[in-house]
């Protein structure tokens, strides 16, 4: 397990400025991190353009529901199972991800160079990332396959006794812990053909540059997408922030820590769709878009959130152009008998809580392997009062780590 800072992505503003205590931030090009390498930035860009994929996928026509994810999770966790792939499903998989053109081991090394940069890149935000392999002790794998992800993923591996109930204990507990106690189960049980979890979590806390006032938060209206309203609690501050509009959105950076890491937040326009922008979102909108932001001075107005999320990503993944690897499966790579294995289900779960003081997120994506048996301009405001997107990323690199769509403000105590 290892540690990162992070500064996530931004919020919503509301020009109010006589109301509110202004901030004055320091200079935001101090502790800039090294640059990164070439490899390292075609992995950046490989691992955007699967987030926005994915999220796409997950997040269009979803007017009455949140969606958060982390994709860096989900790429770690199929990264891994990617090195037990070949022929027709490894190409499936290579698309999909869109992994950079190169050998495996400098595929590999980018994935291990990455982590490694984000894990050192912020003290004053907390970021874990940890990788495991949990294998049914009776059956063999081969050496390379677990070598490899221990070496480039350091990924912990174990063998257990699927048949005895404690596994799943064991592998709830890892959860558990490396999410910080956020996420305290993936598996429920375990099915008789089981005989692999690839696992990778990913845990982030990072208090606000500038932190709201609680004593300003207040109960407020949210807009719905079906045009009905609910009260949620509003946060409040103002603050020169990196901000961009254009004729669909409004966007803005919150920074997380040091800076390096920040939430970006996209509020469409009262006249545009949601589903529209989601569908722009790519690595070179992306990019353009955050070189178009300025610092002004502006109010946010930010819900405060916490809830869960889970989704299996069969269906999402498939969609994508990764079908192989679900029926008709060529694992050798991974195992002799390969032709028999397959993935059974890639499930994802998430946790986040955005209030005053900063956001606290965890993720952990589990992918199962399977037996089968033969046959079968100037000052702005941004009042996010109605449904929006929202990342968490370096603002150096823009690598994601995760993003959401807002379509209900949600706080569970």
Same mark, same amino acid.
């Given at each position: ?39 390292? $930035? ?15 996928? +997950?997040?269009?026509?979803? $007017? ?7 994709? +860096? ?7 891994? !199972? %990617? ?32 982590? &490694? ?20 002790? !009776? ?5 390379? *396959? ?47 053909? !089981?005989?692999?979890?690839?696992? @990778? $979590? ?6 606000? /540059? %500038?932190? *709201? ?12 997408? #079906? ?11 103002? $603050?020169?922030?990196? %901000?961009?509009?254009? #004729?669909?959105?409004?966007?803005? =950076? ?18 545009? @769709? ?10 070179? =909108?992306? &990019? ?12 946010? %107005? ?7 999320? &889970? /989704? ?7 969609? +994508? ?30 946790f986040i809580e955005m209030n005053e003081e900063g956001t606290e997120a965890a993720a952990v994506t589990i992918v199962e392997i399977s037996f089968e048996s033969?046959? &079968? ?23 994601? +780590? ?12």
């Amino acid at each position: 397990m290892k540690k990162i800072t992070i500064i996530m992505l931004t919020v919503f503003m509301f020009i109010t400025f006589g109301c509110f205590d202004f901030i004055n931030p320091t200079d935001e090009d101090s502790d800039k991190p090294r640059s990164l390498s070439k490899t390292e $930035a075609r992995q950046v860009q490989a691992s955007n353009e699967f987030s926005f994929d994915i999220f796409k996928e +997950l997040s269009i026509g979803q $007017a009455d529901s949140n969606v958060f994810i982390s994709p +860096l999770s989900i790429y770690y966790a199929l990264g891994m !199972t %990617y090195n037990g792939a070949a022929g027709e499903t490894a190409e499936e998989m290579e698309n999909t991800l869109h992994l950079p053109e190169g050998t495996s081991e400098e595929i590999n090394s980018s994935f291990e160079t990455l982590m &490694e940069y984000l894990l050192g890149l912020d003290p004053d935000v907390t970021l874990q990332i940890a990788n495991s392999i949990w294998y049914r002790d !009776t059956w063999t794998f081969k050496e390379t *396959f677990l070598n490899i992800c221990k070496d480039y993923f350091s990924a912990e591996i174990s063998g257990l006794d699927f048949n005895d109930p404690s596994s799943v204990d064991t592998i709830n507990n890892w959860v558990d812990e490396n999410t910080n106690h956020k996420i305290d189960n993936i598996i429920d049980s375990i099915d008789r053909e !089981t005989v692999m979890f690839l696992i @990778n $979590a990913i845990y982030f806390n990072g208090t606000w /540059k %500038y932190e *709201f006032d609680s004593d300003m938060t207040e109960e407020k209206d949210f807009y719905l997408t #079906d045009g009905n309203t609910t009260k949620c609690n509003t946060m409040v501050q103002t $603050a020169e922030l990196k %901000y961009m509009s254009n #004729d669909d959105f409004q966007a803005v =950076n919150l920074p997380y820590g040091n800076g390096n890491y920040v939430m970006t937040i996209i509020l469409p326009n009262s006249n545009a @769709n949601i589903d529209s922008i989601i569908e722009e979102m790519n690595s070179t =909108n992306w &990019e353009l878009w955050m070189s178009q932001m300025e610092t002004k001075k502006g109010t946010v %107005y930010l819900p405060k959130l916490k809830f869960a999320y &889970e /989704k299996e990503l069969n269906d999402a993944l498939q969609s +994508l152009g990764m079908r192989k690897a679900f029926s008709g499966a060529d694992f050798s790579n991974m195992d002799e008998t390969a032709q028999y294995l397959f993935i059974s289900e890639v499930r994802h779960k998430s946790f986040i809580e955005m209030n005053e003081e900063g956001t606290e997120a965890a993720a952990v994506t589990i992918v199962e392997i399977s037996f089968e048996s033969i046959g &079968e301009e100037g000052d702005f405001t941004m009042n996010m009062n109605r449904p929006f997107i929202y990342a968490i990323q370096d603002i150096n690199t823009n690598a994601m +780590l995760f993003v959401g769509l807002l379509n209900v403000p949600i706080y569970d105590e």
